[in-house]
């Protein structure tokens, strides 16, 4: 049956509003339209709603309904954190099809349908990282351990000696769970509460004792804030400030090194910078900058530059 615009549109928004679905199919008998006059109506109502803030039309495979306002903010939230996930590549299979059904909980079904449908190559293109382990039960102890102050007495296989083909253990009262680059970590203050050390909790293994902590003074707690600012992919080598020339949009490097000071604009766009850094972590960023970054000081960093750099042409000089 033919209807004026007007009457069409508020048929459609009315439709809508009442929480029906709208297919494109069933528009185009209904109103005796062609698929443009409905793909422009569609347009229109879109703006409308977006407009007075009612929600959000989603469509799918042809079929248009309407998210309430509270709905489609759940929804979008739900989707940022999936994606999150599901780029993080830490949870075995199993674990990220928990998490994943736990983030959808409260969507509405046909949300959870439109999530489903917008996550389907994330999902299906999703890889772990190689030789997981459950990170759960890892999660759930080490939390409760922080909870309730306790020194601890654990396995773990320290990833930077390949050469220990066996676990030894390790002392210390763990304070700080975080995620990072792929892993979760955990910071514990080591027994004589000189120095935080971090451990990649999937190297944890089994905790063998259990005893009351030490309360750790405010003066000497732990800063994330340091370790981020201060760190780039691992967290050793001396704290180091380095100079550099960067011949990129200096833009990028507040990305990488928070901290970053930009001393000097150059005429040619090429800026001078100051970071203040674990030098072994500036050291794999920097070789990885190729030409774009000529460092200028310390000496100490330049001289590892040289003896890397000329033991990596040596390599394929021959």
């Known amino acids: 049956m033919k209807r004026n615009s007007n009457d069409r549109i508020a048929d459609l928004i009315g439709r809508l509003l009442a929480g029906q679905t709208v297919s494109k199919k069933g528009a185009l008998d209904t109103y005796g339209i062609s698929s443009r006059t409905f793909l422009r109506d569609m347009a229109y109502i879109k703006r409308a709603i977006n407009e007075y803030r009612l929600g959000k039309i989603v469509n799918q495979q042809e079929k248009y309904y309407l998210f309430p306002q509270s709905d489609a903010a759940d929804f979008d939230i739900a989707l940022l954190i999936s994606n999150i996930l599901l780029g993080s ?66 396995t773990y296989f320290d990833p930077m000696r390949p050469d220990e083909q066996t676990v030894h253990i390790s002392h210390g009262q763990p304070v700080t769970l975080f995620f990072e680059t792929y892993y979760f970590y955990v910071t514990m203050l080591s027994q004589n509460e000189r120095r935080y050390q971090l451990y990649r909790l999937d190297q944890t293994g ?113």
Not at 266 to 294: E, F, H
Request: proline share 5%; glycine share 4%; charged share 15%.
């Open 206 to 318: 089994t905790i063998l004792t259990k005893q009351n902590g030490k309360k750790i003074a405010y003066a000497n707690h732990y800063s994330l804030q340091d370790h981020r600012q201060q760190t780039y992919l691992v967290n050793t080598g001396q704290l180091t400030t380095i100079s550099f020339v960067y011949r990129k949009p200096v833009q990028a490097i507040h990305e990488t090194f928070p901290n970053a000071q930009v001393l000097e604009t150059y005429p040619n766009g090429n800026s001078l910078v100051k970071i203040r850094v674990k030098s072994d972590g500036a050291l794999i960023w920097i070789l990885g900058q190729g030409t774009d970054v000529q460092v200028i000081s310390p000496p100490s960093i330049i001289q590892q530059l040289r003896t890397t750099l000329k033991k990596a042409y040596q390599q394929y000089s021959n």
């Open 89 to 154: 590549r830490a949870l075995t299979t199993n674990e990220m099809n928990a998490a994943l059904k736990f983030v959808k909980l409260h969507l509405s079904p046909q949300m959870q349908r439109s999530l489903e449908q917008q996550l389907k190559i994330p999902y299906g293109s999703y890889t772990p990282l190689w030789h997981l382990k459950p990170l759960f039960s890892l999660l759930h102890e080490m939390a409760a351990c922080i909870a309730h102050k306790q020194e601890i007495a654990f």
